[in-house]
């Protein structure tokens, strides 16, 4: 009641762990709650404190512009990022908020509306939607304590008309273009939202993916879950693939689904369709080791790439994940050839071994005899 506006400029403020700069804050009191006019590089509205947080009453954003980025990797930031797992929920403000352009650790998700709200329990994210020219994003969850510790759970459904442009906006390696994507993920970990979670990821992610091409790229880019291992076959195994198209590998559809389980995701019916060739996937892909375990079998037309792949030597005698994978897809891989190919290592340099097809698999076999016709 006695305190006037308030007008400061702060050269550096930390706000629940994401850092701002240069930043002036006009402060007003309006009876129960402060409203504050913001002012900088990365926020600019309007936001309004309710004097008693623990009563349910939000604090509401209006923002124009709202960046969101982690403290520097300083030796207090870690520790205190550290420290971020075992915030307690239930001690932080209910928040409602709406940003015309929201940006989250240099990722662009364009104009934002959230509602949190307090739950005994922790937190209730009741609704987060995101939209831009690029794709639209939908979240709900919860950030409850369970057990004695803060566990997130979050329900996220992705969609897209230009996936390219789509995961440039979220700072992803721009290697895929689709005209129409689908990710539906329901995932959870212990701790908070601001701690890394590759490690503890946990849940189940379907993913679909419409017309277009996994172009040709160079190692490393191995976030999207192993598809773009797919992408190194051609040029790994030295088969040409500029029958197809001269800017990668083109396909009608791309379908998947992963279980994430301790920052691994696992996939056995991860299928990629082409006008050329088809491609199954079953494995394994390492979130936070960064690596690969998969078995790959390409299908294609004889006359095509895949005659290449049967010229080259045979590997070692079948793995025991041929002979899943071939059932997986026997009725999925339309192609006549077939050839069955073994991933592992790491994203920056995955290994490629060819290995044997299973006994009985006729497109095999049919490729076999062929390549001795010849």
């Known amino acids: 009641d ?3 506006p308030v007008d400061v400029h702060l050269d550096r403020a930390t706000i629940f762990g994401f850092e701002f ?15 504050v006019a913001v002012t900088g590089p990365q926020a600019e509205g309007q936001v309004a404190v309710p004097d008693n947080l623990t009563r349910g009453r939000p604090i509401v954003l209006d923002m124009k512009r709202l960046q969101l980025t982690r403290e520097e990797s300083s030796p207090a930031a870690v ?8 915030i307690d929920p239930r001690t932080l403000p209910a928040i409602s908020a709406v940003a015309e352009d929201f940006t989250w650790q240099s990722r662009h998700f364009g104009r934002l509306v959230a509602a949190i709200s307090r739950d005994p ?18 979240a709900n969850g919860s950030w409850w304590m369970e057990q ?56 189940t992610l379907h993913v679909s993916l419409e017309d277009g091409r996994l172009r040709d790229i160079e190692p490393g880019a191995g976030r999207m879950l ?8 051609p040029r790994r195994l030295a088969l040409d693939f500029r029958d197809v198209t001269d800017e990668g590998l083109a396909f009608s559809s ?12 696992f996939t056995q019916n991860l299928l990629l369709k082409g006008a050329a060739v088809d491609m199954g996937i079953v494995g394994r892909t390492g979130l936070a080791t960064e690596d690969y375990d998969q078995t790959i079998v390409v299908s294609g037309n004889p006359s095509g790439p895949l005659a290449v792949a049967g010229a080259l030597a045979a590997g070692p005698v079948i793995g025991a994940g041929v002979l899943v994978l071939s059932q997986l897809f026997k009725d999925q891989l339309q192609g006549l050839t077939r050839a069955y190919y073994h991933v592992t290592g790491s994203w920056a340099a995955p290994v490629v071994q060819r290995i044997a097809a299973p006994a009985g698999d006729g497109a095999a076999a049919g490729t076999a005899e062929k390549q001795r016709e010849n």
């Open 2 to 4: 006695w305190l006037g």
């Open 21 to 35: 700069r240069d930043v002036i804050a006009k402060l007003r009191s309006e009876g129960d709650l402060w409203r």
């Open 79 to 86: 520790a205190k990022a550290t420290a971020d797992v075992q």
């Open 121 to 138: 329990r922790g937190l209730n994210i009741d609704s987060i939607a995101t939209t831009s020219p690029a794709f639209d994003l939908l």
């Open 148 to 203: 004695g510790a803060p566990r997130m759970r979050i329900e996220v459904l992705l969609t897209s008309t230009d996936f390219s442009a789509a995961a440039r906006a979220l700072a992803f390696r721009d290697a895929i273009d689709a005209s129409k994507a689908r990710f539906a993920a329901n995932l959870w970990w212990p701790g908070g939202p601001s701690m890394d979670v590759l490690k503890t990821l946990n849940g």
């Open 226 to 233: 192993g598809l773009l291992s797919v992408a190194q076959l």
């Open 254 to 265: 791309v379908r998947g689904d992963f279980e994430l389980l301790a920052g691994n995701a």
